[in-house]
């Protein structure tokens, strides 16, 4: 089945560093993959979607020149956290929608647990 | 925007007995329902969905349930075990996966 891979899994940084977060697609294209966050004991919260070839879309209430996101390839995009901050601290989680069109379920990577100190 | 709802908040069931979680979403047009379960630190997994054409689905021992007059869907699992225990979430959408909206958790503990 489709996988998404999320990496780095955990990164502990040190406030007003940048931290950057790669979501690849292994074995589909993914033109269209999202970036959520959750912090503990809550739910997804949206932040951006990310569109191969243009640029992102983001939620009310993102900041885009905080949380860069690159789609370069169908298969990889990226969220970087410039000059990260303890508040940043969360779980960030991307997802991407199957090449079966819109009937495609999404999948989500593992998750990165950002802690800024 | 859609805004979903989500109860209860936590559910603690005996192993054996079915467990209910219900949603209600407030856009009349999402047309697609997933839920998910989430163990702790781990990624959402896709366990069943349902699209706004079928009332009912069924996958061995879940259930899924909906009433598009209403607004409202439900989880249903039956005959529930240990590994059952997790955080489910339920989410909405329109136009199939398009920014999904998530609803606020259910923390599933079953008691052995």
């Known amino acids: 089945g489709a996988v998404v891979s999320q990496h780095p899994s955990r990164v502990i940084c040190k406030s007003g560093t940048s931290v950057k977060i790669e979501c690849r697609s292994l074995?589909?294209?993914?033109?269209?993959m999202f970036w959520y966050r959750q912090f503990p004991k809550q739910s997804l919260m949206l932040m951006a979607t990310?569109?191969?070839?243009?640029?992102?879309?983001?939620e009310q209430g993102v900041e885009k020149d905080k949380f860069l996101i690159n789609h370069a390839s169908l298969t990889l995009s990226t969220l970087t956290v410039t000059s990260a901050h303890p508040e940043d601290s969360s779980f960030y989680i991307c997802?991407?929608?199957?090449?079966?069109?819109?009937?495609?379920?999404?999948?989500f990577g593992n998750g990165t647990r950002l802690t800024v100190t | 925007g859609e805004n979903v709802e989500q109860h209860p908040s936590t559910l603690s069931v005996q192993e054996g007995d079915s467990a209910v979680i219900k949603c209600t979403y407030s856009?009349?047009?999402?047309?697609?329902f997933p839920w998910y379960k989430q163990e702790l630190g781990k990624r959402p997994q896709l366990i069943i969905d349902?699209?706004?054409?079928?009332g009912e689905k069924k996958d061995q021992r879940i259930a899924v349930t909906l009433n598009k007059t209403a607004k409202h869907f439900s989880l249903h699992i039956t005959e529930t075990q240990p590994e059952d225990s997790a955080v489910y979430f339920c989410?909405?959408?329109?136009?199939?996966?398009?920014?999904?909206?998530f609803g606020t958790g259910t923390r599933l503990t079953i008691i052995p």
């Open positions: 349902i699209r706004s054409n079928v």
């Open positions: 997802s991407a929608r199957g090449d079966r069109g819109r009937n495609s379920p999404l999948h």
């Open positions: 856009d009349s047009a999402s047309n697609y």
């Open positions: 990310s569109n191969e070839g243009s640029k992102a879309t983001y």
């Open positions: 074995d589909f294209q993914a033109t269209t």
């Open positions: 989410a909405a959408s329109y136009g199939g996966n398009e920014k999904l909206t």
